[in-house]
């Protein structure tokens, strides 16, 4: 049986199993979520990663260049499982130096007609320690490959922490992760953590980046790299200053992009998710991201992981086209399982 067959019936099949999923808990999403995740932690781990075109990236050996998205497996709970689905690595977290429950529920919304997802989940994690702790069982430190695949984790600041704080809340996280994340992703990103994305501003950034790649270089002689991920709602002035501040740092790249506050591209069964407090992801972000990722690998010589919007292997060619190096899907893998993952591994020109 060739591929693309063998793709095709993963996706029959994953649909099938989708339908059951979106049904699951009354069709609460947070519960399917959370069920899905249990299930997937209970699984043996297996260190046999897809190899495909393997490619060095901030001195990171990927297996293939297609990524699981940060907040699928905020905890780490399922990190042994994602090497089986295809992924070439896995962005855990996002995790903050304290543990806290994250905003009110519900908190995560289906946009089924749009292919979309509204979530304003604000971070519910159990912390960076807890994380280091749960990665430490499973056998993970830096570059071993424990679990076949690179881990790269994504640290946000704590929502009690004021913004003044937010340096030492991040060297926190970072001191307790760096010894166990291939590479670290600073999220000053997210709409759902109030005054976050104000770290995105030139100054700010250049002081937060600053402060985490000489404490990584600190504490090691290979330093973790470090990767900014931004928001595609970051545009004209404010966009050119913050991508100057990233390539005056030692920032190893960028991921490029978070959710958008912005509420373009709902199918009319979805508008009532306009009014809805949180960040869009999906088929409505699919074209915001791939302009966004170009203006960014248009701005910097550094490598650039491409998320956002990309739901079929069509729009995986065409974020490489925009200038990815490196992709990550969290919402197509959603709607469209593992046969996405698949898919975009299979794709003519992933060099
Ligand atoms: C429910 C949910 C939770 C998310 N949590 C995080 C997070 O904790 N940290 C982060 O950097 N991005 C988070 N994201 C954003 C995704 O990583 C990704 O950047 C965004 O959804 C766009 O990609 P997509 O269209 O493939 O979903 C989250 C997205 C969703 C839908």
Do not use: C
């Not at 995740?37 to 901030?58: C, E, F, M, S, Y």
């Not at 995790?95 to 749009?114: D, E, M």
């Not at 069982?137 to 009690?160: H, Y």
């Not at 501040?245 to 199918?267: K, P, Q, Y």
Request: proline fraction near 7%; avoid cysteine.
């Amino acid at each position: 049986m060739g591929r693309p067959v063998i793709t095709s019936g993963l996706r029959t099949g994953y649909h099938l199993v989708r339908s059951g999923l979106f049904r699951y808990g009354g069709g609460d999403p947070e519960r399917a979520h959370e069920a899905m995740i249990g299930w997937l932690g209970r699984l043996p781990a297996t260190t046999r990663a897809t190899v495909r075109a393997p490619v060095d990236v901030a001195g990171i050996r990927f297996p293939n260049r297609v990524g699981l998205a940060a907040g699928m497996d905020k905890d780490g709970t399922a990190a042994a499982a994602w090497t089986r689905f295809g992924f070439g690595f896995a962005e855990l977290g996002t995790v903050t130096a304290l543990p806290q429950p994250g905003n009110p529920k519900p908190r995560i919304f289906r946009a089924v007609a749009s292919q979309g997802i509204v979530n304003r989940m604000g971070f519910n994690n159990h912390g960076a320690g807890a994380l280091a702790e749960t990665l430490r069982a499973k056998g993970v430190a830096r570059g071993n490959r424990a679990l076949g695949i690179p881990l790269g984790i994504s640290i946000g600041k704590s929502k009690v922490t004021p913004l003044e704080g937010a340096v030492d809340d991040y060297l926190t996280s970072l001191r307790a992760l760096a010894p166990l994340a291939d590479y670290v992703a600073v999220n000053v990103s997210s709409p759902n953590t109030p005054g976050l994305r104000a770290l995105q501003s030139a100054r700010e950034l250049a002081q937060l980046l600053s402060a985490l790649t000489s404490e990584a270089a600190a504490l090691s002689p290979r330093p973790v790299p470090i990767f900014v991920k931004l928001a595609p709602d970051l545009v004209g002035d404010d966009f050119a200053e913050t991508m100057a501040a990233i390539n005056h740092s030692a920032v190893a790249g960028v991921i490029a992009t978070n959710t958008t506050l912005a509420r373009d591209g709902l199918a009319p069964s979805d508008r009532g998710l306009v009014d809805e407090p949180g960040g869009l992801s999906g088929r409505p972000l699919t074209r915001r991201a791939l302009e966004f990722v170009e203006a960014v690998a248009g701005a910097t010589d550094r490598p650039v992981m491409g998320v956002g919007g990309i739901m079929s292997p069509a729009d995986g060619a065409r974020m490489f086209g925009a200038g990815a190096t490196l992709l990550q899907i969290y919402t197509g893998f959603i709607y469209e399982g593992p046969a996405l993952v698949r898919g975009l591994n299979e794709l003519e020109g992933n060099p």
